[in-house]
């Protein structure tokens, strides 16, 4: 079956620490892949999106992702985490030849900054 | 700018009630989708519509049921509420096909006492 996993529930970091986030996947075929970011009070808000080609893909607001087709995995990334930066993540993922009706995402990781 | 707009931030209900939980779009979207969202468990489908009058059931549709009677309105309902319905609801809208161009409304945290 196909799956998500964001293996940390939690994540606190220091205020201009880097950051990674982690999420993989179970599937059977490359998917699409997707983090997006919800703020306190707010839906989610796409931050950056997978399909082909270079692995490394930007996004808003200074995040970047690597997709690692051998390990399944496409972790978030942040060189220098704001305080704004404070919210809760998902990864999510959807066949190439699928739809949003398919879109399945993770169970989410909280990311807390200390000043 | 696009908007998804969902009617309550917060709503209060009593077990057996039945809530009606709405959702506006504006961008003439075909497809509309509500979500559950729940600590640990991520986002869950509960219905999807892709067009006007048509719905299909998503992962967790038990217990609930949906109208779309107008492209931009799908609502969601709770024909007899309960404790475990306590929860973070999110309504979203895409064109078909473009699944990187879901927008969210900012959710409805329903609370069934």
């Known amino acids: 079956a196909q799956s998500v996993t964001q293996p940390d529930i939690h994540i606190t970091v220091s205020e201009g620490a880097s950051l990674e986030l982690r999420c993989n996947y179970s599937y059977g075929a490359t998917p699409y892949l997707f983090w997006y970011v919800q703020s306190p009070g707010q839906g989610l808000q796409l931050l950056l999106k997978y399909f082909s080609g270079d692995t490394l893909v930007q996004g808003i607001k200074g995040f970047e992702a690597e997709f690692k087709r051998s390990q399944s995995s496409f972790n978030l990334r942040k060189p220098s985490v704001h305080w704004s930066d404070a919210a809760e993540y998902f990864c999510?993922?959807?066949?190439?030849?699928?739809?949003?009706?398919?879109?399945?995402f993770g169970s989410g990781t909280q990311l807390t900054v200390l000043p | 700018d696009v908007k998804v707009t969902q009617s309550s931030r917060y709503l209060v209900k009593r077990t057996g009630e039945k809530v009606f939980l709405e959702c506006v779009q504006d961008m003439d979207h075909e497809n509309m989708f509500w979500y559950r969202q729940d600590p640990g468990l991520g986002l869950r489908l509960i219905y999807f519509?892709?067009?006007?009058?048509?719905?299909e059931k998503g992962d967790i549709p038990e217990g609930y049921s949906v109208s779309r009677e107008k492209k931009e309105r799908f609502s969601l309902i709770l024909e007899s509420a309960s404790t475990n319905q306590t929860s973070m609801y999110l309504c979203?809208?895409?064109?078909?096909?473009?699944?990187?161009?879901?927008?969210f409304g900012s959710g409805t945290q329903l609370s069934v006492l």
């Open positions: 999510a993922v959807v066949l190439s030849s699928g739809s949003a009706r398919q879109l399945t």
């Open positions: 519509s892709y067009d006007v009058k048509m719905k």
């Open positions: 979203a809208s895409s064109r078909p096909r473009r699944v990187e161009k879901l927008f």
